[in-house]
């Protein structure tokens, strides 16, 4: 069996800021997303938040914060714009008033169908610019790494 192919380049020693690294790609990514979803009034973000709250009777901010790996201060400023177009509604939780739970509306879940086949498209210009064993391995390389990490916890974060 031949051993695997390697690239040509010598291996350089790891340098520069990893974070910084990461950061930039997704900037880019997002802006892929971004334009094909600004023709349904949407942003990527504002997506995968409808994405997440499909099919649920109703999410604790806590719940929806911890799923999407954001602190609850974020997901309320991110919530704002979604709760303004009647996308999304906050409700207190019918067991314990102090729980606000989160849910998608109807209006919503039309604006999620309407984006959809533009998320999509985004997805695939990803995939065809990175090329599929590309993206394979970074999904991979993010699915291994992302239990590694856990967001630091700080004021706010409770409910």
């Known amino acids: 069996m031949a051993p695997p192919a390697t690239s040509s380049k010598p291996e350089a020693p790891l340098s520069g800021c990893t974070c910084s690294r990461l950061r930039r790609l997704t900037r880019r990514v997002t802006a892929v997303y971004d334009h094909a979803l600004a023709a349904v009034g949407l942003r990527v973000t504002q997506f995968s938040l409808l994405s997440h709250l499909r099919g649920l009777p109703g999410l604790a901010m806590t719940d929806l914060a911890g799923r999407l ?3 609850r201060t974020t997901l309320t400023r991110n919530l704002a714009p979604l709760i ?3 996308w999304v509604e906050v409700t207190p939780s019918p067991e314990d008033a102090r729980r606000r ?3 998608i509306t109807a209006v919503g879940e039309e604006t999620w169908r309407a984006a959809r ?3 999509r498209r985004a997805q ?3 995939r065809s610019t990175m090329g599929d064993e590309s ?3 970074l999904h991979r390389l993010v699915d ?3 239990p590694l990490f856990r967001p630091a916890e700080g004021p706010g974060d409770h409910e």
């Open 135 to 137: 993206l394979t391995l």
């Open 84 to 86: 303004a177009a009647g």
């Open 144 to 146: 291994d790494a992302l």
């Open 117 to 119: 086949s533009h998320w």
């Open 124 to 126: 695939e210009e990803v």
């Open 101 to 103: 739970l989160v849910r």
């Open 69 to 71: 790996d954001l602190d």
